[in-house]
């Protein structure tokens, strides 16, 4: 069977003869470049998660001002 891959000028990459795409054969750059990803995937989620409880905490002192005022109309009647 043939190959569908073939070498190129640049050993860092490939032909790929159905598509005529050229394909990195780079396995370390890929290897990086995934990792990386992985790491903007990671402070992504960290942003997510400090915007949810930076939310949640507003909406406490917001509720915590509520009950303050209630207890205080409480407090002059």
């Known amino acids: 069977m043939e190959s569908r891959f073939v070498k190129t ?3 860092d990459f490939v032909k790929d ?3 005529g795409a050229l ?3 780079d396995i370390s750059a890929f290897n990086k470049f995934k990792a990386e990803q992985e790491r903007i995937d990671q402070i992504k989620n960290q942003e ?3 915007n949810s409880i930076k939310s949640e905490v507003s909406e406490l ?3 915590i001002s509520e009950i303050t005022k209630m207890l205080q109309q409480l407090l002059n009647t």
């Open 48 to 50: 997510n998660d400090l």
């Open 23 to 25: 394909v990195s054969s």
């Open 9 to 11: 000028d640049n050993p």
């Open 61 to 63: 002192k917001n509720q």
């Open 17 to 19: 003869q159905k598509t």
